[in-house]
């Protein structure tokens, strides 16, 4: 079961790595949003979410031990790559607020602006809007990425102890 969670949350990966890529060919959250991406995406980081609390609190492990026990049953690569994709979501983050002027980019009567908070920040150019809308998707898709890669680790990399707890709190779940 474990490993089905992991191949999802893989694909999770995979999906929010693809957007950010094609995110510098021209597409947007509108288009993704075309494909229902960023519900589903969100979606399933909460399940994911909720799988990994079920779990530590079935096998007992406290929530101020839980990074230290994933440290602890982890690869030191998987461990600084969730760090490392932690600071590129933080990056990404605060180039989109720089960029955008902590705005957001719409369109309003057919004028490409900046939206802060129903107050027209700026007035963009067509290709300063596109420019602006990668950049929203570039920090969704960083951040879906950021999440989904530490759930593809976190399930993965069970230790035989805790997939021995895992297996018996399926079993407790199910009776």
């Known amino acids: 079961m474990r490993k089905i969670i992991a191949i999802v949350a893989c694909f999770g990966f995979t999906v929010s790595a693809i957007l950010f890529i094609s995110s510098f060919f021209g597409t947007t959250m509108e288009w993704s949003w075309s494909l229902r991406l960023p519900i589903v995406l969100h979606i399933g980081i909460f399940v994911l979410v909720a799988s990994a609390v079920v779990f530590e609190r079935s096998t007992g492990i406290q929530p101020n031990e839980s990074w230290k026990e994933f440290k602890r049953r982890s690869p030191d690569w998987a461990v600084y790559g969730i760090r490392l994709l932690g600071l590129f979501f933080g990056i990404i983050f605060v180039l989109f607020l720089v960029l955008s002027h ?10 490409f602006i900046l939206n802060n908070h129903g107050r027209i920040a700026a007035v963009l150019t067509e290709s300063e809007y ?3 809308k990668g950049w929203e998707l570039r920090f969704f898709a960083s951040g879906w990425m950021f999440f989904y890669f530490f759930f593809t680790m976190y399930w993965w990399f069970l230790k035989n102890g805790a997939k021995k707890q895992f297996g018996q709190a399926n079993r407790i779940a199910k009776s």
């Open 130 to 132: 596109l420019i602006l």
């Open 102 to 111: 902590f705005a957001t980019p719409e369109i309003r009567n057919g004028d």
